[in-house]
């Protein structure tokens, strides 16, 4: 089969947190979990109530109104007064806060070598992170190899009601991620991590969270939200052949959540991938992310489409070369959002990166000309090693249709549009057409619409960067959602 399974290294942990009467969450109880795909289902949202021992609420509900990005038909967020049960919004930031083992002081000197600045700018850090109160922090270019740092915001984080999970990358490169979950907003069901064992030595974090409920006289509402949350920070792309190892990573971590829910016979669930991404919006990355349905919450927030005119609209780094560009994200995937079949979309997406590097010879290519191509690129070769000889093959065939050997480069074009990368949700004639092709069975869960996201520092919303900011080289990128339900078919 093509591209087999990923089974990275994993290590669980188990948690229990206790509930906290002053934040309210009240949505419709799931129904009992059925193994059901994560790529082929149905969905539709439905209005936000509460069913509380069988009793209907009495609370006035908003009327629905549009989701941006092409959404369908929703029910606002609740808000009632602080002493009633209420509908709570939900944060998340993610923040690139620049090792000190990777700080250059004056060109020359690392930062990791002065403890008075790397502590300084640190502890900054934490008073942003504590003010901003957000229900789950991702945090990248956490420096693990330091005890005392670890130790600082793990006690200051854990202060502050966070529970902690960090995870240093392979072969002792000394940072890593650190992710921080808010125990009175989430219960943390399962941590697992990801350990890619590539060349760029990169890690994801996997959180499998509940959305915490509890009533105002202290009884708790049995009731489950889910949710799957992944911290991860991709490779730089130092050339161009490094988008391939880049794809392969975001494959991996895709392939993983797939598995993972079949495992756990999970029903559709919302998901919420946090990072540096080290690439932009016009990147392949961003294109193979929104094949798999998944939405910028930034642009999604503020109205931007996918389009090269937005695609500057905004920046969050700055990087070693004096590069500015917008590589933080945090991506949602509703369990209602149309879906491209995985291994399809990153196969298109290899083969629309190799379409770029082929000589210009004609109108067509052979496969020979292919392969050797895909070795100088290093796809099948060290150091990157992103597919099999074999697994090139089945590549080439998907495209040779008609087995003459050759391809044109118009079918290529075709192979890879990404103009077809801008996913919305099925239409209500195509959920009635695959609904009746077979008996399905239905699952009520959570989801998420985007409230507001909202980068620090403000310059950098404007696609500039401030000569002033001094906390990292990256902006932080901070996104409130609003729960809502949906009901999904397998």
Known sequence: ????????????????????????????????????????????????????????????????????????????????????????????????????????????????????YWFRRNEKILIRLRDLNSSIICIQEFWVGNEEL??????QLGGAGYKTY????????????????????????????????????RVAQLLHVELIMNSSKNKAIKIEKEALVVNTHLMFPHNSRYCFPRLKQVYKILQYIESYGKEHQLPPLPIILCGDWNGSKR??????LRSQGFESSYDIAHDYTDSDEDACKWVSHRNHRGNICGVDFIWLYNPNSRRKPLKESFMKAVLGNIKKHLPDNGSSITYAQFLQTSSQLGLTSDPFNVVSTEE????????????????????????????????????????????????????????????????????????QWPENYVLSDHAHLTVEFSPITIQCCS
């Open 150 to 155: 670890v130790r600082m915001y793990e006690r």
């Open 1 to 116: 089969m093509l591209f087999q399974a990923f089974k990275p290294k994993l290590s669980q942990h188990h948690h229990q947190t206790y509930l906290n009467p002053s934040r309210w969450t009240l949505l419709t109880d799931c129904s009992k979990r059925n193994l059901i795909s994560l790529r082929f289902h149905i969905c539709c949202e439905l209005p936000l109530m509460s069913l509380i021992s069988g009793g209907t609420c009495s609370i006035p509900i908003k009327k629905p109104v549009k989701l941006g990005g092409g959404g369908g038909l929703t029910t606002a967020s609740m808000f009632l007064d602080k002493d009633s049960n209420r509908i709570g919004d939900v944060s998340c930031t993610t923040f690139n806060i620049l090792a000190p083992i990777y700080k250059r002081l004056n060109g020359v000197k690392r930062e990791s070598d002065f403890r008075e």
């Open 166 to 201: 960090k995870l240093g990358r392979t072969n002792n490169r000394g940072d890593g991620l650190l992710t921080a979950v808010r125990q009175d907003h989430f219960r943390v069901l399962n941590y697992e991590e990801l350990l890619f064992n590539d060349i760029g030595d």
């Open 392 to 463: 090139m093959k089945e590549l080439w065939n998907h495209v040779d249709i008609n087995g003459d050997g050759k391809i044109e480069y118009s079918t290529l074009d075709r192979t890879w549009n990404p103009q077809t990368f801008s996913q919305q949700k099925e239409s209500s004639e195509e959920s009635k057409e695959r609904g009746t092709q077979a008996i399905v069975s239905t699952a009520t869960t959570i989801g998420f619409k985007i409230k507001n996201a909202v980068l620090f520092p403000p310059e950098v919303e404007k696609g």
């Open 283 to 288: 990147g392949h990355i961003f294109k193979f």
